[in-house]
């Protein structure tokens, strides 16, 4: 009889490296070993695993007849011994810190007159931590660890008999600081973080933690520093979790360079200036700072010092500042604090420029401050308009030329269009011409500000408009009181005015078109009378508004009458027609000097309204309210109307017009 083992064979030939039996991750195999054949005993087999990651390796050996099978777990080569297990029934090897490869299992029986059938399992664990980038072990090959971001990595870990024993991060900072390190360890380990300046090997500080801690540095310029990561012990290894952080101060830093009296940079009057002193940054201190007033005032000048609290502890550190009128000379005001604030208040001053020069007074501390300097500006810088363009249409642009003087060079020149600011400013070096180009419609303005003033102290120029004149006028429609006034359409202006007047005169009238059209109707006017008219283009915003030149003006005449047999009945109310009426209305004398009698056939009783109109429509006498009777015949005095041609109509009491008649007066 043959009792075979439960567990299946391994294929052979598998008894060195070369021929290993690849055992996937996860996965389970079973095999014989020390059987007996031909004089000849299997004493090895060998199996290859290859993993994805970092982590932990467990073999999970079973003997499947009670003999002691055993399990050797080798780096790459095959030779170096990473950890073994022997077992008679069940038991786990597990080896940790293997950085992911190839690595090999030997499996052989303990004794080597025993046999037996096993069974062996694979697993890989990883971290919950990602590895980080390799090659990452030198500052040449530093990965990018963006300000206020996190990133996670191992360390020490282990394959083909290597270690990976360090692991570089370079940070890049904008701002001056606090740099902030949280160093997290994932299995209890020691692992250490040291932040570097930006040579990668002067060290300003490190941490040591199994768990999680923070590394605070205070007084960083911004630059570029690295962070190095390493196991604290070199037989341990860490998956870790690295946060970088800035803390900025909200002093902002002065603009360098300024550590001499030659290279400072004018405060602004009135105004607050922050700076830095005794910053670090690539093994060198801002222990200097120098800058100046452009003091333009009559009366005293008062300077305030503000100190901001350290972030790493609130505190403050001892700042000196000094007052030089003469740099050569000694300070007309020296200061040291250590506190919120202080002011110092001179007098006396003539007008020129001050020197303040800002130093720690202890060179390895640290502080942001701030200085206002407070005079009252007088010497304030001026503006001239050298020349100005115009524009031909909408696509077209224009220029403005000024010249700055007063005060004291270098100007700041801002345009302005509409009240805003249009442009980047404009820095003078001294009195000369500045010219600002390529200027579309609008209402430009210009403000130029001598050396460090600030505020209300700035000369400008007036407001200068820059709008297209409207070309294509023409009159259309000239009625007897109306007209229709017609130009050119420009998409690019904000609206019109339009100005009339009787031809001779000098009083023009102005009327204002709703919107960006291109015709408006004149109405009102007085019959066979010559008009001049003219339009302007307009555009506002912000209150501002952008006044157009008016184009060559035009003449007009009007009809010769008001009062029209064929006229349209929306020239106005009055326009005579030829009436279905069966009233005839006549008038007698006419035409009239001194007086008129109203005649017609009305035979039915009612109650009509007579009303006498002159040629502008206007109404100069009425009847009222009579019968017919009483209105037939009735005489109408005209001694207190001038010459000219008017307009009788004669309406019922529902309004309706019964009768109409012309009538010409001559006085």
Request: with cysteine.
């Amino acid at each position: 009889s043959l009792f075979k083992a439960v567990q299946a064979n391994d294929a052979e030939p598998d008894s060195s490296k070369a021929t290993a039996i690849t055992l996937p991750l996860n996965s389970t195999k079973t095999g014989h070993e020390g059987y007996y054949y031909n004089n000849q005993r299997d004493l090895l087999d060998f199996y290859k695993i290859t993993t994805d990651g970092d982590g932990l390796i467990q073999l999970k050996l079973s003997s499947g007849n009670g003999n002691n099978v055993q399990a050797i777990l080798y780096d790459n080569d095959g030779t170096t011994s990473l950890g073994n297990v022997v077992t008679a029934s069940t038991a786990y090897l597990n080896v940790d810190g293997l950085s992911a490869g190839t690595y090999y299992v030997q499996i052989g029986t303990y004794y080597t007159n025993q046999f037996a059938p096993y069974t062996i399992t694979d697993s890989l664990f990883k971290p919950a931590q990602a590895n980080d980038a390799e090659p990452d072990s030198t500052k040449a090959t530093a990965l990018t660890l963006a300000v206020n971001s996190t990133t996670t990595g191992h360390i020490d870990y282990y394959y083909k008999n290597h270690r990976d024993l360090i692991d570089f991060y370079k940070i890049t900072t904008t701002a001056d600081g606090l740099i902030q390190l949280k160093l997290s360890s994932g299995n209890g380990y020691n692992v250490q973080a040291t932040l570097y300046d930006n040579d990668g090997t002067t060290s300003l500080g490190n941490l040591v933690t199994a768990s999680t801690a923070y590394l605070n540095v205070d007084g960083l310029s911004a630059g570029t520093y690295y962070v190095q990561i390493n196991s604290y012990y070199s037989n341990q290894f860490e998956p870790y979790t690295l946060t970088d952080s800035l803390l900025t101060y909200t002093y902002t830093n002065d603009k360098e360079p300024n550590n001499t009296a030659h290279l400072a940079k004018t405060l602004p009057s009135n105004l607050t200036t922050y700076g830095h002193i005794d910053f670090y940054y690539n093994n060198q201190r801002d222990l200097i700072d120098w800058h100046k007033i452009n003091y333009t005032g009559t009366s005293d000048l008062s300077i305030t010092y503000n100190l901001q609290p350290n972030i790493s502890d609130g505190g403050f550190r001892n700042v000196t500042f000094q007052v030089y009128k003469d740099t050569n000379a000694a300070p007309i005001s020296n200061v040291t604090f250590a506190s919120a604030t202080t002011t110092v208040n001179l007098t006396g001053l003539s007008e020129g420029y001050y020197y303040i020069k800002v130093n720690p007074y202890y060179t390895n501390q640290f502080e942001a401050y701030s200085i206002t300097p407070t005079f009252t500006q007088t010497d304030i810088a001026k503006l001239k308009v050298i020349s100005k363009g115009s524009l031909a249409n909408c696509a077209d642009t224009s220029s403005i030329v000024v010249k700055p003087s007063g005060s004291h060079a270098p100007y700041t020149l801002q345009l302005y269009r509409f009240g805003m600011p249009y442009g980047d400013p404009v820095f003078v070096a001294g009195s000369k011409n500045v010219a600002f180009s390529g200027l579309p419609e609008g209402s430009y303005m210009v403000r130029a500000y001598g050396d460090g003033a600030a505020g209300t102290a700035f000369g400008k120029t007036p407001n200068i408009a820059f709008e297209p004149v409207p070309a294509g006028l023409s009159t259309t429609n000239i009625k007897a009181t109306s007209a229709t006034l017609n130009w050119d359409t420009l998409g690019c202006v904000g609206y019109f005015m339009i100005e009339y007047k009787v031809h001779g005169s000098n009083t023009w009238i102005t009327k204002k078109p709703q919107g960006n059209v291109n015709s408006y109707v004149l109405k009102g006017l007085t019959a066979n009378t010559t008009y001049d008219w003219s339009v302007a283009a307009f555009d506002s915003a912000n209150k501002i508004i952008a006044t157009g030149t008016y184009a060559d003006s035009v003449t007009f005449t009007t009809a010769a009458s008001l009062i029209a047999e064929t006229g349209n009945a929306d020239e106005d109310n009055l326009s005579i027609k030829n009436n279905n009426s069966s009233i005839a209305v006549s008038v007698a004398p006419n035409p009239a000097n001194s007086y008129f009698i109203i005649h017609y056939n009305i035979t039915s009783q009612q109650k009509l309204t007579a009303t006498l109109f002159d040629m502008n429509g206007k109404a100069v006498w009425s009847s009222g309210t009579i019968n017919t009777d009483a209105l037939n015949g009735k005489q109408v005095m005209v001694n207190q109307f001038g010459s000219g041609l008017y307009y009788l109509k004669i309406t019922n009491n529902m309004g309706a017009v019964v009768g109409d008649a012309k009538v010409s007066i001559t006085r």
